[in-house]
């Protein structure tokens, strides 16, 4: 598998069923401010409830061939092989990303274990041979990284930016950068020392001004 991170902003993506594993699928690709169609005979609480709110169409019926029409991206999570199959066949023929749930034959790409912290996302892919092991490392990154970790991402852009505002040469701000990751930079943003990593990294561009 090649891993790749889509944009899906303003992207059609169709999802086919209504249950549970659909819901998953969907609160996923709203997260990237896809454009969600879901289409089923039955539809769950919780996605009529997101239809009703206007962020995804909802079509309460079966699916038929052309429904990928202009898709982007699809999905099939239903309890039926055969509609599953066809869903993955229309696809294919459309050039379509395609991912049918808990079947990766009939799939063009398939979704890794996910930690997401703001703009940050960690995704862990074992090529179907293990979904348990990359939901356990899975487990093991969230830890590591708390939800408050998006914060600490935004205080590193700022940081970075600054860099590239007080030095113009790409080697030098690369050399600040490297030195200033391994001197304990996220260190101190993850105890709450926003000063003196600040004080880090204004020192760090004195000293690669003056070399």
């Known amino acids: 598998y090649y891993p790749v991170a889509l944009d899906l902003r303003g992207r059609l993506c169709v999802v086919i069923g209504g249950g549970g594993v659909a819901e998953r699928k969907v609160h996923g690709l709203l997260e990237c401010n896809g454009r969600v169609r879901v289409i089923a005979p039955k539809a769950s609480p919780k996605l009529r409830k997101m239809a009703l709110d206007g962020l995804v169409n909802l079509e309460v019926r079966q699916y038929r061939t052309g429904d990928l029409a202009g898709a982007f991206l699809a999905m099939g999570a239903t309890d039926d092989p055969q509609v599953n199959d066809a869903v993955f066949q229309e696809a294919q023929d459309k050039g379509i990303l395609v991912n049918i749930a808990d079947a990766p034959s009939r799939c063009n790409f398939i979704l890794p274990a996910t930690v997401r912290r703001g703009d940050l996302t960690i995704a862990i892919n074992t090529g179907g041979k293990s979904p348990a092991l990359a939901r356990q490392i899975r487990e093991d990154l969230e830890e590591q990284f708390p939800p408050e970790f998006s914060r600490h991402l ?3 852009a700022c940081y970075r930016r600054l860099l590239r505002e007080s030095l113009p040469d790409p080697a030098r701000r690369e050399t600040a950068w490297r030195g200033l ?5 996220v260190g ?3 105890r709450g020392e926003n000063q003196k990593a600040l004080g880090l990294v204004q020192d760090a561009v004195a000293r690669s001004g003056d070399a």
């Open 188 to 190: 101190l943003l993850r």
């Open 181 to 185: 990751m391994a001197g304990g930079l």
């Open 154 to 156: 935004e205080e590193l």
